[in-house]
């Protein structure tokens, strides 16, 4: 099959029907699963994420679309859905949604907690409601992993997640950060706090966490989640109408968001992706970047050479 844009698979249809003659077209195949460092438990390395798109659709009346993504996550052997209660309304819809359709067990449920804003403290009683927000929208009485948001006032808002998982009520615990200008105070935290996970952006053409954050990640014993490991938006357009190099077959990868998600999973040191979307055959083509071979060291290379050499977009 040739490389098909998300565009043009829109142009080209929608609804059930479409997602069936789109799944036929990937071999089916078991998703790949990498190893929580802190406890050894297995997590496929596709997820699924909930900012962008997937919260522009939630705070519609009609969220159709993304029941169809959450059971097409689990139906393909996905588990990861990452949210936060800065996206809106994903969180709350995400939780009706999967108990509506029974799938909430099956879910790993990765939220994440921040009041504090513009670098300021967090109160830790605004914190605590947040936190108690999310598990009645989540409808759990045990999350499996609670970040804090931003690296937003750490030392209050890590302490809550310390002594909630202390209790119980959370599995895993972590920090994130989408902001360079944020690296050094990640990987102070990373080296002082007993994480579980770090959630950072990580992309064929967005590498800095390669240099200090990825290695640290892997000697702490820290599973990481890629975020925008499509530089949201900007690979595909920067691949737009340009065919897959003709080597992407040696990696079983059949569009360009496979090409791209088995850069992010192959690194030793990425456990899980977690793309949005809010339409099911995205996520069905997001799985199948997690399926078949995958890129050892020297395709890594080529991949970023290939990637590198692509035109800029504004």
Same mark, same amino acid.
């Given at each position: ?20 003659? $789109? ?24 997820? /699924? ?85 999310? $598990? ?36 895993? /615990?972590?920090? +994130? ?17 007993? /994480? ?33 490991? $499509?530089?949201? +938006?900007? /690979? ?62 020297? +395709? ?5 050479? $290939? ?8």
């Amino acid at each position: 099959m040739s490389a098909w844009s998300r565009r043009a698979w829109l142009k080209w249809s929608t609804g059930a029907s479409a997602l069936a003659v $789109f799944a036929r077209l990937f071999e089916p195949g078991k998703l790949l699963s990498k190893a929580i460092p802190s406890s050894g438990e297995q997590l496929p390395v596709i997820g /699924l994420g909930s900012s962008a798109t997937f919260a522009e659709v939630a705070r519609s009346e009609d969220v159709g679309a993304l029941r169809e993504v959450m059971t097409t996550l689990i139906q393909n052997g996905g588990t990861i859905f990452d949210t936060a209660p800065d996206y809106g309304a994903s969180e709350e819809v995400a939780g009706r949604i999967a108990s509506e359709a029974s799938i909430t067990d099956k879910i790993f449920w990765a939220t994440k907690v921040n009041v504090a804003r513009g670098g300021g403290a967090a109160d830790p009683a605004a914190a605590k409601a947040q936190l108690d927000a999310s $598990f009645r929208k989540i409808k759990k009485s045990k999350i499996d992993l609670i970040q804090v948001h931003n690296l937003g006032d750490v030392p209050t808002q890590l302490k809550l997640l310390k002594d909630l998982k202390a209790e119980g009520r959370v599995r895993y /615990l972590g920090v +994130t950060t989408t902001s360079p200008n944020q690296y050094n105070d990640l990987i102070r935290n990373m080296k002082a706090e007993p /994480l579980d996970f770090i959630g950072v952006n990580y992309a064929i053409d967005d590498r800095d966490v390669e240099q200090t954050i990825l290695p640290l990640a892997r000697d702490r014993k820290i599973a990481v989640l890629a975020y925008a490991p $499509f530089g949201r +938006t900007r /690979l595909f357009r920067r691949v737009q109408g340009r065919s897959l190099p003709g080597w992407a077959a040696e990696l079983d990868a059949k569009t360009w968001a496979q090409f791209f998600l088995k850069f992010v999973v192959s690194h030793p040191s990425i456990t899980a992706a977690t793309p949005a979307t809010s339409q099911a055959k995205n996520m069905i083509d997001n799985i199948g970047g997690g399926i078949g071979r995958m890129p050892e060291e020297p +395709t890594r290379k080529r991949m970023v050479a $290939f990637g590198d050499a692509l035109p800029s977009v504004g």
